[in-house]
């Protein structure tokens, strides 16, 4: 059973560490990113509405993120855990996920946070060349991370739930630290 939330800013490393981690723990990997992206693919009517924000690197609204992370998490492959890889953003969000998984009956174990400076972050996502990883749309995503998604990890801190991790090194040392994290919960 693990049950986590992989907060950190865009590029820290969630989606590379959640595939590690899929692995060792068994439990699906729920990334808000990775559905917004298919969605937009297959060309749905809520992709089209999550293209522009993504595109823009502001966050896709709540009640369209939050829908698709209610629909997942109902689902049976969750039952015994879920790497939450992206999810949540905003307060508005961790409020939402409280309350679903109050409901569920299946709380957060931990919240592991990827700390990674600005440089490193504008780095790897330059590099990595995606969509959405042109100068100004990470500028914009980096400054939004700040405004929007940072103030959870006072939320979660003082819920005693926060496991800082430096997210800088090789992919494998960083999964070391994340392991020895868990190891704790
Ligand atoms: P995401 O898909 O979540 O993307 P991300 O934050 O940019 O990336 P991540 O931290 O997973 O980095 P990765 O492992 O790939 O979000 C994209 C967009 O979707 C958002 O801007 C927003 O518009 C929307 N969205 C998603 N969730 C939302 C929500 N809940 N609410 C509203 N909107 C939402 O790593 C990045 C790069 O670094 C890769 O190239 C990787 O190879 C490299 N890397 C990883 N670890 C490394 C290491 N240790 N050393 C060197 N390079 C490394």
Do not use: W
């Amino acid at each position: 059973m693990l049950k986590i939330v992989l907060l950190g800013a865009p590029g820290s490393g969630k989606g590379t560490q959640s595939a590690t981690l899929v692995e060792d723990y068994g439990v699906p990997q729920i990334s808000t990113g990775d559905l917004l992206r298919s969605a937009v693919a297959d060309q749905t009517d809520l992709g089209k509405k999550a293209k522009a924000a993504m595109d823009a690197g502001e966050l896709v609204s709540d009640d369209i993120v939050v829908g698709m992370i209610h629909e997942r998490l109902n689902q049976p492959d969750t039952e015994n855990g879920f790497i939450l890889d992206g999810f949540p953003r905003s307060q508005a969000q961790a409020e939402v996920l409280d309350e679903l998984l109050d409901d569920l009956g299946r709380p957060l174990q931990c919240v592991i946070h990827l700390q990674v400076d600005n440089e490193e972050l504008v780095n790897r996502l330059m590099a990595r060349g995606r969509a959405d990883d042109n100068e100004d749309t990470i500028r914009n995503r980096l400054s939004v991370y700040q405004d929007q998604t940072e103030p959870l990890v006072a939320y979660y801190e003082q819920r005693g739930l926060l496991k800082p991790v430096a997210g800088v090194g090789t992919v494998d040392q960083i999964h070391a630290r994340i392991k020895d994290a868990l190891a704790g919960i």
